[in-house]
């Protein structure tokens, strides 16, 4: 198949883009390099299977040739990310949702959207099943994101009913790996950030809140089995092993044997304070749940960041 993938050098638009040439399939990666980054796909630049156009799909643009699939990842994704830029968030969500689903149906192509869990916002439903609506402050600082994903979603949902155009929406939990940001303000790469260089680690509240962590590659095999198949509606992916981000913390000091204190701070405006994912559907639809331990995931992660610091690469 050849497969057009918006945010394609995003952290997890790039891993999506490796499990797909390594399945055989051909990728046309869009990104504008807002919050993603050439290194993350500099890896592939000598594939013949691959082609990168560098293209913000909030503005027109054409893919020459035939299309079978269309991803779009494109979004910023984190806080640090979506603060800085919400009306880009906005917009992305929005009109770059429409404009690749348009894509799709002029192709006459599949498309998967990536929403997130965050449509949950501070859920009242405890873990998530798909068919909670949701607990979203719809003018509070994290709305850009929030609704972005919460209306990519709807206008999905009315492609599918007016055009008949197959399509899939994946629910993201939190996932970590090699090629985040280390600077973009989600718990992962902050801490490890942190304890790389010594400095206290922030826990915000009490740390009591709860987070559920999904290893990067386990994530794009559920995003891949959902593409294929024919569930319409949303499908949660993410890990449902639950912890609260004050023992996540200790496990980040004892992994990279730093000796830097936890600092605890004030707790964010709308911050959730639970988030588990309920993912029977995508064990029953998709036969299909994470494998990597926390454990082997973090000890991944560590080596490919201390590998960064050093060579001397900024992250």
Same mark, same amino acid.
């Given at each position: 198949m050849r497969i057009v993938v918006s945010g394609a050098a995003g952290f997890i638009g790039s891993h999506l883009c490796d499990r797909l040439l390594a399945e055989g399939h051909q990728v046309v990666g869009l990104d504008n390099f807002l919050t993603g980054a050439l290194r993350n796909i500099g890896h592939l630049s000598g594939d013949p299977r691959f082609e990168f156009?560098?293209?913000? /799909?909030?503005?027109?643009?054409? /893919?020459? *040739?035939?299309?079978?699939?269309?991803?779009?990842?494109?979004?910023?994704?984190?806080?640090?990310?979506?603060?800085?830029?919400?009306?880009?968030?906005?917009?992305?969500?929005?009109? *770059?949702?429409?404009?690749?689903?348009?894509?799709?149906?002029?192709?006459?192509?599949?498309?998967?959207?990536?929403?997130? +869990?965050?449509?949950?916002?501070?859920?009242?439903?405890?873990?998530?099943?798909?068919?909670?609506?949701?607990?979203?402050?719809?003018?509070?600082?994290? +709305?850009?994101?929030?609704? +972005?994903?919460?209306? *990519?979603?709807?206008?999905?949902?009315?492609?599918?009913?007016?055009? *008949?155009?197959?399509?899939n929406i994946a629910r993201i939990f939190n996932t970590y790996g090699p090629r985040m940001?280390?600077?973009?303000?989600?718990?992962?790469?902050?801490?490890?950030?942190?304890?790389?260089?010594?400095?206290?680690?922030?826990?915000?509240?009490?740390?009591?809140?709860?987070? +559920?962590?999904?290893?990067?590659?386990d994530m794009v095999d559920g995003l891949y089995r959902l593409m294929f198949s024919s569930e319409r509606y949303p499908v949660n992916l993410g890990n449902p092993h639950e912890m609260t981000i004050?023992?996540?913390?200790?496990? /980040?000091?004892?992994?990279?044997?730093?000796?830097a204190r936890i600092e605890f701070r004030p707790l964010p405006e709308d911050d959730p304070q639970q988030r588990q994912p309920d993912i029977s559907k995508a064990r029953t639809l998709l036969g299909w749940e994470p494998r990597v331990s926390l454990e082997e995931g973090l000890r991944q992660t560590v080596a490919y960041y201390k590998g960064l610091v050093n060579a001397g690469v900024a992250v």
């Open positions: 156009l560098e293209r913000d /799909i909030t503005e027109p643009f054409e /893919i020459a *040739g035939p299309v079978d699939a269309v991803v779009n990842l494109a979004s910023p994704a984190s806080p640090f990310d979506y603060f800085r830029y919400p009306i880009e968030t906005l917009n992305v969500g929005s009109l *770059g949702t429409r404009r690749m689903l348009e894509l799709a149906r002029l192709s006459n192509a599949r498309f998967l959207l990536t929403s997130t +869990s965050e449509t949950y916002g501070d859920p009242a439903v405890h873990p998530q099943v798909e068919t909670y609506w949701g607990n979203v402050n719809p003018v509070g600082p994290r +709305s850009c994101y929030d609704e +972005s994903k919460r209306f *990519g979603e709807a206008l999905t949902m009315a492609y599918h009913r007016k055009h *008949g155009l197959a399509t940001k280390l600077n973009d303000g989600r718990v992962v790469p902050a801490f490890l950030d942190q304890a790389l260089r010594d400095a206290p680690l922030t826990v915000f509240g009490e740390g009591k809140q709860t987070r +559920s962590f999904c290893y990067v590659s004050l023992e996540f913390a200790e496990r /980040i000091r004892a992994l990279t044997g730093t000796k």
